[in-house]
T-cell receptor, first 114, second 112 residues
């Protein structure tokens, strides 16, 4: 499968715990995006990387959230001191840099904070 | 100004009918408008997309109509099938960033 891969698919955690998600983009894609989707809503942009550089962060990305893409390949999204409001689907997407390519989404990681 | 407003919230169509979903935007800098299809538990999958230099784009049973002056665009699904039952999202962005602003989604159910 050469699509965007996310791991884990599901995560249940207790409030206050830290969690980390991984995204493996399509191999030749140099742009990587994180979105958050709550039930019944459209995905909301969180942040994006071009290669290893984090170019933009949404104000939705509080200080408890951090994302990395250390070698310009896979990316991790960490949430510290999780809260119940963090429960959502976390989606990763990737694309080639350029004006005429589209973004491809992974299957997402469903986070439930109890 | 960054919002994309989508309607209806839900839609029920008979098999073989036409499904129509509408979106409106404010930011005139947007120049790429994709539609995504999402099944439960899956990530969004690109269905069809349009740029504002054309008023219509058709791919199979799916057509986007674009009205630049009204800042509106719509998805038409012809000959709707039960397998089309899913949530559809419109989105907008500026070229090259793919920082999408998504609509709130339309849950489509096609009755057999």
């Amino acid at each position: 499968d050469t699509g965007v891969s996310q791991d884990p698919r599901h995560k249940i955690t207790k409030r206050g715990q830290n969690v980390t998600f991984r995204c493996d983009p399509i191999s030749e894609h140099n742009r990587l995006y994180w979105y958050r989707q709550t039930l019944g809503q459209g995905p909301e942009f969180l942040t994006y990387f071009q290669n290893e550089a984090q170019l933009e962060k949404s104000r939705l990305l509080s200080d408890r959230f951090s994302a990395e893409r250390p070698k310009g390949s896979f990316s991790t999204l960490e949430i510290q001191r999780t809260e119940q409001g963090d429960s959502a689907m976390y989606l990763c997407a990737s694309s080639l840099q350029g004006a005429s390519t589209e973004a491809f989404f992974g299957q997402g990681t469903r986070l439930t904070v109890v | 100004q960054q919002q994309v407003k989508q309607s209806p919230q839900s839609l029920i169509v008979q098999k073989g009918g036409i499904s129509i979903i509408n979106c409106a935007y404010e930011n005139t800098a947007f120049d790429y408008f994709p539609w995504y299809q999402q099944f439960p538990g899956k990530g969004p999958a690109l269905l069809i997309a349009i740029r504002p230099d054309v008023s219509e784009k058709k791919e199979g049973r799916f057509t986007i109509s674009f009205n630049k002056s009204a800042k509106q665009f719509s998805l038409h699904i012809m000959d709707s099938q039960p397998g089309d039952s899913a949530t559809y999202f419109c989105a907008a962005t500026t070229s090259g960033t793919y920082k999408y602003i998504f609509g709130t989604g339309t849950r489509l159910k096609v009755l057999a």
